[in-house]
């Protein structure tokens, strides 16, 4: 008998056009929808400031010598500045606590919802501020911006993971990453003096935000909430169904839905995990470890450093003060441009070699930019090779770290585990974020140009760990990920037992469990 082998070009082909299939219509609108009234305005608001400091800092001073009869002294113009900064952040860390219960009660898509009130809330008060004559109802709208933030960062990875096909999870997922470069791009582009970066116009820089929460608020009430969501936690088959069967454009998604019930099988009797148990847990041990190193490194590798110096490394080439602000798109478009390669490579490369190659090249560059800010003075030519490897290092976290650590919070937790696993991951970011706008200026006062080289020790510190612990994700169910931590836990979440019940039950010729089968044929019926 003939044995005709496959052709492996064939496999290729077939799964390149399973993924092509997997772009539904709706999924790409949920995608961009969703990432624009969400990571866009995280990314705008985080370079929004930039341009029009001066100006700020101007009516803060002009507002203080009108309610005391004097200027404000530097020191308090410096304070008021700094806390304008960094209350982003701790607004931030009040958002991502607060996603896990209204998430619980609202679901994915009505928390984006509800979320775009502090966007519209903040956005009016600093368009207002001005106006007004109060410097308060600006920072306050700082502090709304980041309860947006912090919300949008959790809800939207979690929406976006649950509704997208594992072929393409990495990619859908990495929408989340290019749209926050896409929004810190906007931010730089609209601050120019052309456009809203003048005195009398700086207010009109908040009040765009605006427009994306109004995109969002009136678009994403017609897509269907999570499917996953809607089979788990509120127990509703029939939405689960016809939220599956848009978000995939086809009738039939009966394996979709057995994929789902397999994972509900096991975690039936589980309630959604808090934080405490989360932490507790053996068998999430290492996924917990790894999510909290992953999130701790994506702030503290030193990319906020590198905004800091950009400016000066752009004079000290020769470059014209007046024409830094255009130059300074660039660093905003290698972003964007580095963030749409992950996305087009994540499920190609995988999460792994993204994200370790990253911190890697980060760390490398940032060793070469130690010694070219030391000794730029020696040649004309060295600012530029400084210049050089800014864009390279913002290439190479926008190519991995910069999206992927909120992709994986998605797939290496369980449903039942996902809101806590957001939750924390949530607060690590914030807090670190905090921690580098608190700590940096006493860092690089002490240390100068040797800075870096704290951040590449933290970036190889980053590869080396995510290196022997991290498993591909890539193409893989929520259940069999889980496993590859257990392995090197030793503690075996509920799924591995239950599935060698039923692998046992099978081969002693037993049905499975009476409840499950009914609850199965319910739902293949129902697809029919």
């Not at 609209?190 to 765009?208: C, N, R, S």
Request: proline share 5%; with cysteine; glycine share 8%.
């Amino acid at each position: 008998m003939k044995v005709t082998e496959k052709d492996p070009a064939d496999d290729k082909q077939s799964d390149s056009v399973k993924k092509k299939s997997n772009w539904s219509c709706s999924l790409i609108v949920a995608s961009l929808v969703g990432a624009f009234g969400s990571s866009f305005l995280y990314g705008y608001s985080l370079s929004v400031v930039n341009a029009p400091a001066p100006y700020i800092k101007a009516f803060y001073n002009e507002s203080w010598e009108r309610r005391h009869g004097h200027p404000a002294d530097s020191n308090t113009l410096t304070l008021l500045w700094s806390v304008t900064v960094s209350i982003f952040a701790i607004g931030g860390l009040v958002g991502t606590l607060m996603v896990k219960p209204i998430g619980k009660v609202l679901g994915r898509k009505y928390t984006l919802l509800v979320n775009n009130a502090f966007a519209i809330s903040a956005a009016l008060l600093m368009a207002s501020s001005l106006l007004a004559g109060a410097f308060e109802m600006l920072i306050l709208g700082r502090f709304l911006m980041g309860v947006d933030g912090g919300i949008a960062l959790s809800a939207l990875p979690m929406y976006l993971s649950e509704i997208s096909p594992k072929e393409i999870r990495g990619s859908l997922g990495q929408v989340t990453a290019i749209f926050i470069c896409i929004g810190v791009f906007a931010g730089q582009l609209l601050g120019l003096p052309e456009l809203l970066g003048k005195e009398a116009l700086w207010p009109y820089l908040f009040g765009v935000i605006v427009v994306p929460a109004f995109i969002q608020l009136v678009s994403l009430p017609f897509l269907p909430e999570s499917p996953r969501y809607l089979l788990f936690e509120k127990h509703d088959e029939v939405g689960a169904v016809k939220a599956f069967q848009t978000f995939l454009g086809k009738a039939n998604v009966s394996q979709e839905v057995e994929e789902v019930l397999a994972e509900s099988r096991t975690w039936r009797s589980v309630r959604l995990t808090s934080v405490l148990e989360l932490l507790r847990t053996p068998s999430v041990r290492w996924q917990v470890i790894t999510i909290i190193i992953t999130m701790a490194c994506y702030q503290l590798c030193g990319l906020n450093a590198i905004w800091f110096y950009t400016n000066s490394i752009f004079g000290e080439a020769g470059i014209p003060p007046e024409k830094i602000p255009y130059i300074t798109l660039s660093t905003g478009g290698i972003e964007t441009l580095a963030a749409v390669f992950s996305g087009l490579v994540i499920e190609r490369l995988g999460r792994r070699p993204l994200l370790i190659g990253g911190f890697g090249l980060m760390a490398l560059f940032f060793g070469v930019l130690t010694v070219t800010l030391t000794l730029q003075d020696h040649a004309s030519w060295i600012p530029y090779l400084s210049i050089v490897c800014i864009l390279a290092i913002i290439a190479a976290f926008c190519s991995g770290p910069g999206g992927i650590p909120f992709i994986l919070t998605g797939e290496v937790f369980q449903q039942s585990q996902r809101p806590a696993a957001f939750l924390v991951a949530g607060t690590v970011n914030w807090l670190s974020n905090f921690a580098v706008g608190l700590l940096f200026p006493f860092l690089q006062k002490s240390l100068d140009t040797y800075c870096f080289l704290v951040f590449a020790a933290i970036c190889i510190t980053g590869a080396i760990y995510l290196y022997f612990v991290l498993p591909e994700t890539k193409n893989r169910t929520h259940a069999e990920i889980s496993q590859a931590f257990a392995k090197r836990s030793k503690a075996y979440p509920p799924e591995e037992k239950t599935d060698s019940v039923v692998i046992d039950d099978k081969t002693n010729g037993r049905p499975e469990s009476g409840s499950s089968s009914t609850m199965d044929n319910h739902i293949k019926n129902r697809i029919v």
